[in-house]
T-cell receptor, first 114, second 115 residues
């Protein structure tokens, strides 16, 4: 049981380049999330998808787009990467519903923008 | 606006000691308060969580204390072990009653337990 799988694990980009971070979960969860983690800043929500077919902005959505491709997959796209987007990105999923708020995280994707 | 304030930023404890991490929140709509543990190179993982209908929850060596009137909650790690060395995040979310929990995280506490 893989849980939440993110690809790639590491990526180096030049300013202005684009890329897509992929995330897939095999737990039949309804909700999926993208967070970024920066030193001293904790985890900040970029976008989330409450259910298949819906996406909403989180705390720091500027410079990013997302696609909920199906129930399993939720991708994060950087159209024109900037050095400020250097970060570790985490995808997470949750079953959702009242009384069940546990998020399951992937192992992260470390992105460096030069 | 930082909705969940966590302290301290770092903590060093001797093996067998008690580790205490504190969090305070502002949004009175928050009603779910989890703690996540993160080891280097890994994603965060749920450690323990509490809802405001109880003032304390204990799971093994880990205890959450919750003070609704003060809008504060804390994590206590009893008999701290070197294997507990990790970054700990408190978080909070409103219960949307639906299928998503938008967690707001604190900035994290790096705990080091010396042998």
């Amino acid at each position: 049981n893989a849980g939440v799988t993110q690809t790639p694990k590491f990526q180096v980009l030049k300013t202005g380049q684009s890329m897509t971070l992929q995330c897939a979960q095999d737990m039949n969860h309804n909700s999926m999330y993208w967070y970024r983690q920066d030193p001293g800043m904790g985890l900040r929500l970029i976008y989330y998808s409450a259910s298949e077919g819906t996406t909403d902005k989180g705390e720091v959505p500027n410079g990013y787009n997302v696609s909920r491709l199906n129930k399993r997959e939720f991708s994060l796209r950087l159209e024109s990467a900037a050095p400020s987007q250097t970060s570790v990105y985490f995808c997470a999923s949750s079953h959702g519903g009242v009384g069940n708020g546990e998020l399951f995280f992937g192992e992260g994707s470390r992105l460096t923008v030069l | 606006q930082q909705q969940v304030k966590q302290s301290p930023q770092s903590l060093i404890v001797q093996k067998g000691g008690i580790s205490i991490i504190n969090c305070a929140y502002e949004n009175t709509a928050f009603d779910y308060f989890p703690w996540y543990q993160q080891f280097p190179g890994k994603g965060p993982a749920l450690l323990i969580a509490i809802r405001p209908d109880v003032s304390e929850k204990k799971e093994g060596r880990f205890t959450i204390s919750f003070n609704k009137s003060a809008k504060q909650f804390s994590l206590h790690i009893m008999d701290s072990q070197p294997g507990d060395s990790a970054t700990y995040f408190c978080a909070a979310s409103p219960n949307s009653g639906g299928s998503n929990y938008k967690l707001t995280f604190g900035k994290g506490t790096l705990l080091t337990v010396n042998p």
